[in-house]
Structures are given as structure tokens and as C-alpha cells.
């Protein structure tokens, strides 16, 4: 959630069944944004008890597997090898509703085609593959979605959106005939980080925090460490990276037309609608940013970051040094736009930061701004983390304590900064057919229905 907000403050080991607003008191986003957080928590731990991890109504299941070429037909869609019609209803997934309001070709998704690769020229050959259901949620901006802004007010955004966002993909292996295992497919060892405000010089202690250590900054932050490439630490070129905001990635500026890219000078020039609320927001020379849009969102693609040239002014243009993705940014339908970060990026690494590893004993602490720290110990297991392009964490900076909030072991502030798993991105999956050859070896030829169904409790 790429948000402008205080903080996050929900926490289901806390078990808060509401919040209560006081009168006379100061109201915070925090506080309402728990209050939804506790009910959509609720909301999908019940559908999870009652349905299970998967499946659909009966009478209204949604995301069938179609290959009849009639039913195609008869829905005004063309069927090509490897293709298939995505059914229209709902299916729920880990206690989360996916609707599909109307059957869409495998190939006619927003953010099609995927990272993994399987087109339908793909799928045309492959002898056995598993269509499966990826479900995340997505934070949506007003640039995002510019009917999110009041014309009354004259341009200024307010509250952002959360959407419930699926797509359905292809593993190119088979799986067992009642679906499970493609949650499996996606185990992963899940890495961890911990962070503080820096500790003073003289204190040689690596296992405690010096009451003394101070967070510098001049305002309260929302520090956002992000992983921009997917795969182990410690690996230059090819391995992890990250990318951090102190404004939780919030700022954004959208484009007035398609980037022109100069492969000679190695460059990429953008008009943008505006350079930021103000010149603290906007865009600084020297400074990191992403081109996206929403079809690299949803391929949750590493899109190259590119350092900013120079900014005029006067035509709101920019000269970022760096080629930009050729597929991004070109269809204003797509809500194409500029993100900024505020890390000092490695040109080696793409831009990025490399993610490096180290033991808790002896924890390599990076440095971020005003005295905010990081480390990455690995996994819980003590395994080398996975880490997955949008995983994220967030740091509350405080100027009031000079400190980050961040919870301690045994909830003492003498202790070690606890390490903790990524507030998100969380992807939850179902399986919905298995694909083998036919009688004759025909690749996708046998299509085996793979989802759940449950009937009304009430009959």
C-alpha cells in the first residue's frame, strides 16, 4: 500500500474486535485505517472456516476452464491454440471473494502477458501444465484511477483504494487431480529485516539498542524498504535488490505523453502533467525513479529505475538517465507514471541496492537517512531469504521520540530490533484445471476440473 499515510497499525495478534473514536481528540488515517483492516481481517477468517482455502457457490462458480470452441462463439470470442475462456462468477480464495463479472480469454487479461512466460504459443505445446488462481490485493492512487479525485476540489486527492485483484496463470508442471500443491509451488523461505534508529558511536554493542541512539530527521516519516529484483543476497548483478521511499513510494507524478527513448545518448525523456504537490515532492536531479503503468504492475515487473538529468520546469519535462521499458508508458489508458524513491542508487545493481545478508550476532546495519538502519538476517529458518520483487516493510520515524517504531524482543527497548517477515505484497493461489495430452498425445488435449464447489447452508 504505496499510500501517504502515518503509519500501519494493524495487528491481528492484538484480537481488536473495533476502534472507538473519542471525542475532542485528534483524528488520525491510522485509526480508520485499522477499523477497516480489523473488519476485512474478520470478514475473510470467517468465508476461510466456513468455505476452507478454496472454492465456489454452486450455482454461481466462477473461473471455469473453457476450451469449446462453441461457447467461445456464442460469447463473441475467437479461440486459438492455447487459448481458453476464463468463466464468469465468483470463487474464493483463502477467505477472499474474486469476482468475474464476464468470461475473458486467458490472453485478453490486463498485464498479459506474464513474467512466467506461458503464452498461448506456449501452451499450444506443452504436454502438461496446471491453470491456477493468483490473488493479491492492490493499492490504487488517484492517478491510478483519476475518478477517485472531487472535481469540487479543485485537483487535491484524498482517501485511496484497496482492490482485490486476481489473474489466472499457468504452472508448466502437473499437479495432483485435487489441486493441491500449487500453494506449495510458491513456498519459499521467507526473509526478514529489522530496523532502528542508529546507536551512538560509543556503544560497541551489537545486541542492544543505547537509549541515546537518535532518529535525525526533521519530520515524521514513513520509511518504505521495498525489494525492486527477486532472488538471493549477496549475488552483484543478478541477485536481490531493494529500492526505499521516505514517503512510503507515495509520490508519483503523472505522464502527459509517451516517453521518448534515445538509445545513442542512452537517455529517456518524459513530459509529465505536474512535477509534484511541491518542490519537496517532486522530482530532484540526481535522484532515482520507475516508469509504470498498470500492465507492469500487475507483471509485478522490476521495472529499470532511472536517474533524473534534469527537470524543466517551465514544460514539465524530464531527462532521465536510462532506457525505460518500450512497453510501458505508451498507452494512456494504462494510467502510465513516475515513482519516486530516495535511495542512493547503485548503477551496477540497475539502481537499485544490493541485499546483503548477515548474522544476527553480528548484524550489518545499512544505512538509510537521519540515523535509520536496516539489516536483512536471512529467513526465519536461518536459510538465505527468497526474496520476491514488491515484498516490503515499513518504519515509522518519529522526530517527537528521535526514534523508529519498531518492535523489540520481549518488547524491551534494550533488546534487539525484532527481525519480521514483509507487511506484504500476500499472494494467496488455487488451483482451477489440470491440462495432460489426449488418447493420441496431443499436447492440452484432457482438461481436469481442479475447483471446489459448496452449496447454500441454508436449503
Known amino acids: 500500500m504505496k499510500g501517504d499515510f502515518s503509519r500501519d497499525t494493524f495487528d491481528p495478534r492484538n484480537h481488536y474486535t473495533r476502534v472507538l473514536l473519542q471525542q475532542g481528540r485528534v483524528h488520525l488515517d491510522a485509526d480508520f485505517n485499522e477499523q477497516s483492516a480489523i473488519a476485512v481481517h474478520r470478514q475473510r477468517l470467517l468465508a476461510l472456516d466456513v468455505i476452507g482455502p478454496e472454492g465456489g457457490p454452486r450455482d454461481n462458480a466462477g473461473f471455469a476452464v473453457i476450451t469449446d470452441p462453441a461457447v467461445a462463439k456464442a460469447l463473441g470470442k475467437k ?9 464468469a462468477g465468483r470463487y474464493y480464495v483463502n477467505g477472499a471473494m474474486c469476482q468475474n463479472p464476464t468470461a475473458l480469454l486467458y ?22 501444465y496446471t491453470i491456477y488462481l493468483d490473488v493479491w490485493e492492490r493499492h490504487i492512487n488517484a492517478v491510478e484511477d483519476p475518478g477517485l479525485l472531487e472535481p469540487a476540489l479543485g485537483g487535491p ?3 485511496t483504494r484497496a482492490r482485490l ?3 489466472v496463470r499457468v504452472l ?10 500449487v500453494a506449495g509451488q510458491f513456498a519459499r523461505a521467507v526473509p526478514l529485516l529489522a530496523a532502528q534508529a542508529e546507536p551512538p558511536a560509543t556503544n560497541n554493542d551489537p545486541c542492544s539498542v543505547d537509549p541515546a541512539a537518535r532518529y ?27 529500492k526505499w521511499s521516505r514517503d512510503n513510494g507515495s509520490v508519483t507524478m503523472p505522464l502527459a505523453g509517451s516517453p521518448a527513448t534515445d538509445p545513442v545518448s542512452n537517455t529517456t525523456t518524459i513530459t509529465l502533467a505536474t512535477l509534484g504537490r511541491d518542490t519537496d515532492l517532486g522530482l530532484v536531479v540526481g535522484g532515482w525513479v520507475e516508469l509504470v503503468d498498470d500492465n507492469s504492475t500487475l507483471r509485478h515487473a522490476a521495472a529499470p529505475l532511472l536517474r533524473v538529468h534534469s527537470v524543466d520546469r517551465d514544460d514539465f519535462s524530464v531527462v532521465l538517465e536510462g532506457l525505460a521499458d518500450p512497453a510501458t508508458g505508451l498507452d494512456p489508458r494504462l494510467h502510465p507514471y513516475l515513482r519516486r524513491w530516495d535511495h542512493d542508487g547503485d548503477p ?26 536496516v539489516y536483512f538476517p536471512g529467513s526465519d529458518g536461518g536459510a538465505p531469504g527468497a526474496y520476491r520483487t514488491g515484498d516490503y516493510w515499513l518504519i515509522p520515524a518519529r522526530t517527537a521520540t528521535g526514534d523508529v517504531e519498531w518492535p523489540r524482543d520481549d518488547g524491551a527497548a534494550d533488546l534487539n530490533p525484532q527481525p519480521l517477515p514483509p507487511h506484504g505484497e500476500d499472494h494467496a493461489y488455487a488451483g482451477l484445471s489440470g491440462v495432460g495430452p489426449s488418447l493420441d498425445g496431443t499436447p492440452g488435449g484432457v482438461f481436469t476440473e481442479l475447483r471446489k464447489f459448496f452449496a447454500p447452508l441454508a436449503m
Open 216 to 242: 535525525r530527521g526533521l519530520e515524521n516519516q514513513l520509511y518504505r524498504v521495498e525489494i525492486h529484483a527477486s532472488g538471493l543476497a549477496g549475488v552483484p548483478g543478478t541477485g536481490a535488490t531493494f
Open 107 to 128: 490472453s485478453e487479461q490486463p498485464g498479459y502477458p506474464f513474467d512466467d512466460a506461458t503464452t498461448t504459443d506456449s501452451l499450444a505445446d506443452l504436454p502438461n
Open 348 to 373: 551496477a545493481s540497475g539502481g537499485a541496492v544490493t541485499v546483503v545478508e548477515s548474522a544476527a550476532a553480528q548484524p550489518q546495519w545499512l544505512d538509510l537517512e537521519d540515523g535509520v538502519q
Open 79 to 87: 479461440l486459438v491454440p492455447g487459448d481458453f475462456l476464463i468463466g
Open 172 to 181: 508448466p508442471i502437473s499437479l495432483p487431480d485435487d489441486g493441491t500443491g
Open 165 to 167: 485483484t486476481w489473474q
Open 157 to 159: 486527492d484524498t482517501a
